[in-house]
C-alpha cells in the first residue's frame, strides 16, 4: 500500500531559546500533518508556542531539532538563499501588525512580493488590481495605509499575501485587533481563498474563529494536540 503523501508533515519538532541561564522550550518534540487545500486553526493562548510554530512553518525560523516537510521538501536542510527563494514561490505571509509600508499606496504595497519576479510592470499592476479588487478595495487602491480602517488594513495585508497565488497562506493573528464583525469578514474571505485551492493556516486565541476552519490543532506549553 503506497504510503499517503501530506502537503505539510512536522516530526519531533524543538524550538529552544537561550537567555543567559534561562532556557525556553517554546516547541517541545511535535508530531502533525497539514493537507493540500487544508484550512487549519492553530488554537492557544498567548505564549503557548503557536506563534514561533508558525514562523518555523514559513520556513522562517530555524527549529532547534525535527523536520518540516513542505511537498516531501526538507525545508531546512535548505540553505539560506534557497529558503529564500521557497517562501518567495510558496507562502503568502499575513502578519498580525500588517507591517504595511506607510508612504506607499495600498496598489503599491500589495505588489512588493512582486518585485523580486521579474514580470513586467503592466503584468504586476494588473495582478495587484485583481487581489485589490478580491479584497473589495478598488476604490481605495492609490490612498495611503493610515487612510484605512484596521479592517482594510488587513485586507491590504491578504492582498499582499496572495498576489504571487502561493498555495500555502500564513497568518499570525489576523483578527486580533479587530472587532468582530470586521474579524469575521476576514475569516469569510480567507475561507473563500480557501475553497479556491489555497491551504491556509490561521495562529488564534479567539475559539469564535474555529468555526471557519476544516480543524483545529491545539498548542499549549509547546506542545500540539491534534
Do not use: W
Not at 505564549?47 to 526538507?74: E, Q, Y
Not at 529558503?83 to 514561490?89: G, L, M, P
Not at 484596521?150 to 485587533?177: H, M, S, Y
Amino acid at each position: 500500500m503506497a504510503e499517503v503523501k501530506h502537503l505539510i508533515e512536522v516530526r519531533g519538532l524543538k524550538k529552544t531559546y537561550q537567555s543567559g541561564y534561562i532556557r525556553v522550550e517554546a516547541v517541545r518534540n511535535m508530531d502533525f500533518f497539514i493537507d493540500d487545500a487544508e484550512f487549519v486553526t492553530l488554537m492557544g493562548r498567548s505564549g503557548s508556542g503557536k506563534s514561533t510554530l508558525l514562523s518555523i512553518l514559513g520556513a522562517l525560523n530555524h527549529p532547534t531539532g525535527g523536520k518540516v516537510m513542505v511537498d516531501s521538501l526538507d525545508i531546512y536542510a535548505l540553505t539560506s538563499e534557497q529558503r529564500a527563494d521557497f517562501r518567495s514561490e510558496y507562502i503568502g505571509f499575513i502578519f498580525q501588525s500588517f507591517q504595511l509600508i506607510p508612504y506607499l499606496t495600498v496598489l503599491e504595497n500589495v505588489k512588493l512580493p512582486m518585485a523580486v519576479t521579474g514580470r513586467k510592470k503592466k503584468i504586476q499592476d494588473r495582478m495587484a488590481e485583481e487581489v485589490i479588487e478580491r479584497v473589495g478595495l478598488t476604490a481605495k487602491s492609490l490612498r495611503l495605509p493610515d487612510q484605512l480602517s484596521g479592517g482594510e488594513q488587513e485586507r491590504v495585508a491578504i492582498a499582499r499575501a496572495i498576489v504571487n497565488k502561493p498555495p500555502l497562506i500564513l497568518a499570525d493573528e489576523p483578527t486580533g485587533n479587530l472587532d468582530s464583525k470586521t474579524a469575521g469578514d476576514i475569516m469569510g474571505l480567507l475561507k473563500s481563498l480557501n475553497s479556491d485551492g489555497h491551504t491556509v493556516i490561521v495562529v488564534t486565541h479567539n475559539p469564535d474563529m474555529e468555526s471557519y476552519a476544516g480543524r483545529t490543532i491545539r498548542v499549549r506549553d509547546g506542545e500540539c494536540f491534534v
